[in-house]
């Protein structure tokens, strides 16, 4: 694995744990942001991962947010046309990483350890699954600082918690705990903060038992259906299906269950 400066990718039992590790609060600056596109590319092409955990370094933040002074900056470019030029290419980097996430055939988990603000909250909602701390909180408060969710929020955040609810959030700043996004479905669980990391690796480990043609044919079949019609999404899961019946891991798998025993997939 490739050394970077903030970004740590450790490999156990094929689950890979992505940290995002730029003290105080893992600010997601345009180095981080670089970091971690590459980071997310190494993982999707490692054949020994079958699925993995984005969390944050330290006790104090999954991530609080893109670094503010990234936007600062933009600023003291001396001309709207540049600060808009630069904001655009900031923006454009992390919607492609966060959606080449969503998109993954392999499952992200986001191991919300901390505070989960703006980018934070977004690279989290890119992830198939989220498990929360159970004192953190979340929230959009971009627009605070005169700006809006850029990567992804104002998308993500309705299709997931209802438009009302997201329009609230976003339009007022406002924070809100973890049991909350548990309530309105933004989390999975909420757990000890203590034991959030081992949740999400627990969690991973139990889904790369199962073959990785069979987990990537789901998460096709989950992402084509999510913006679909029913039927279209219905079209799209009978093709994999179909696809799979004619795979070695369906031949075992169900093998394994009419002799009664536990299938060993080999990801073919």
Not at 40 to 47: G, I, N, R, T, Y
Request: hydrophobic share 45%.
């Amino acid at each position: 694995m490739t050394e970077r400066q903030f970004i740590k990718i450790s490999i156990e039992d094929r689950v890979a744990v992505i940290t995002i590790d730029h003290a105080p609060v893992n600010a997601l600056d345009r180095t981080t942001m670089i970091e971690l596109g590459e980071a997310v590319d190494e993982v999707l092409a490692d054949p020994a991962v079958k699925a993995a955990v984005i969390t944050g370094g330290g006790q104090m933040a999954f991530v609080a947010g893109a670094d503010i002074n990234e936007f600062n900056d933009f600023i003291k470019l001396g001309s709207v046309d540049a600060a808009i030029n630069a904001a655009r290419e900031f923006i454009a980097r992390g919607q492609s990483t966060f959606t080449k996430i969503e998109n993954s055939p392999k499952p992200f988990i986001a191991a919300i350890n901390g505070v989960a603000l703006g980018g934070g909250l977004e690279l989290a909602m890119a992830c198939h699954m989220r498990i929360a701390g159970d004192r953190v909180r979340l929230g959009q408060p971009e627009i605070s600082l005169g700006i809006i969710p850029g990567w992804g929020g104002t998308q993500r955040l309705p299709r997931i918690v209802g438009p009302a609810k997201a329009a609230e959030w976003i339009l007022t700043g406002d924070t809100f705990t973890a049991q909350e996004a548990y309530r309105l479905n933004l989390v999975n669980k909420v757990v000890p903060a203590g034991e959030v990391l081992k949740t999400a690796k627990d969690l991973a480990r139990k889904i790369v038992s199962k073959g990785a043609v069979t987990i990537a044919a789901a998460l096709d079949s989950i992402g084509k259906g999510r913006d679909a019609s029913l039927a279209d999404g219905l079209a799209v899961e009978a093709a994999n299906v179909a696809r799979l019946v004619g795979t070695e891991d369906a031949k075992e798998g169900i093998t394994a269950f009419l002799s009664k025993r536990q299938p060993v997939f080999k990801d073919k």
